[in-house]
């Protein structure tokens, strides 16, 4: 025989057998199914059903302890300083007018003129608006009506450990200062002052005369 012809037979043989070796291992591959698809298809079900799952979506338990809050306690009066050889007690600067925003400026630049010249401000606060209704008797006839309501706002600037040489001063040149329409007032704090700055409840008050 040819050889060359031989040689063609070996590497037919050779061929046909790598064929059918290849065609063994593709099938054995079909054979075997994905790790994840072979789990898909076995069972639809989420993994973590049977986790817990109460603290998902939970933070506070992370976030720093917070001191409890403190019940506000009612505001108490302060004690009154009483006057000496070289200062005053406690005072109260009082600002009154129809007119309210010129009463708060005029109440600002008070408690600026007490921070520039040293004088300590206590509190600053304002008191119940206060309505005052004007009656006007017509010329013919008795019954009188209401001709205008007149309401009157209080502005208080408390001032201690007032210097009674810078005393003289301090007033003159808030009355210097001191717009037209504006009343102003300085004497001692009383606990009456104290009082004032609350509504009158006379309802409430009666209730707790009755429990009382």
């Not at 898909?40 to 079900?45: G, V």
């Not at 300590?120 to 008795?142: C, D, F, I, R």
């Not at 009157?152 to 001032?159: G, N």
């Given at each position: 025989m040819n050889p060359v012809i031989r040689k063609l037979q070996a590497?037919?043989?050779?061929?046909?057998?790598?064929?059918?070796?290849?065609?063994?291992?593709?099938?054995?591959?079909l054979s075997v199914q994905h790790p994840i698809q072979g789990c898909?298809?076995?069972?639809?079900?989420r993994q973590y059903r049977t986790m817990p799952t109460h603290g998902i979506g939970?933070?506070?338990h992370l976030l720093p302890k917070e001191a409890p809050k403190k019940k506000k306690e009612r505001q108490q009066m302060k004690q009154i300083k009483m006057a000496t050889y070289t200062e005053y007690g406690t005072l109260n600067v009082n600002v009154s007018g129809y007119d309210m925003i010129l009463v708060e400026h005029y109440s600002q630049y008070v408690h600026n003129l007490c921070n520039r010249l040293g004088v300590?401000?206590?509190?600053?606060?304002?008191?119940?608006?206060?309505?005052?209704?004007?009656?006007?008797?017509?010329?013919?006839?008795?019954k009188m009506y209401v001709d205008a309501i007149l309401k009157?706002?209080?502005?208080?600037?408390?001032?201690s450990q007032l210097n009674a040489t810078l005393c003289p001063t301090f007033m003159e040149v808030l009355?210097?200062?001191?717009?037209?329409?504006?009343?102003?007032?300085?004497?001692?704090?009383?606990?009456?002052?104290?009082?004032?700055?609350?509504?009158?409840?006379?309802e409430l008050e009666g209730l707790m005369?009755?429990?009382t």
């Open positions: 590497s037919f043989v050779l061929h046909s057998r790598a064929l059918d070796h290849a065609g063994l291992l593709f099938g054995a591959s898909l298809s076995f069972s639809n079900e939970k933070y506070k300590k401000v206590a509190e600053s606060y304002a008191l119940p608006t206060k309505s005052t209704e004007v009656m006007v008797m017509p010329e013919q006839g008795t009157t706002h209080e502005r208080i600037v408390q001032l009355l210097k200062n001191q717009p037209e329409g504006i009343q102003l007032s300085v004497k001692p704090h009383t606990e009456a002052d104290y009082q004032a700055r609350f509504k009158a409840r006379p005369a009755q429990i």
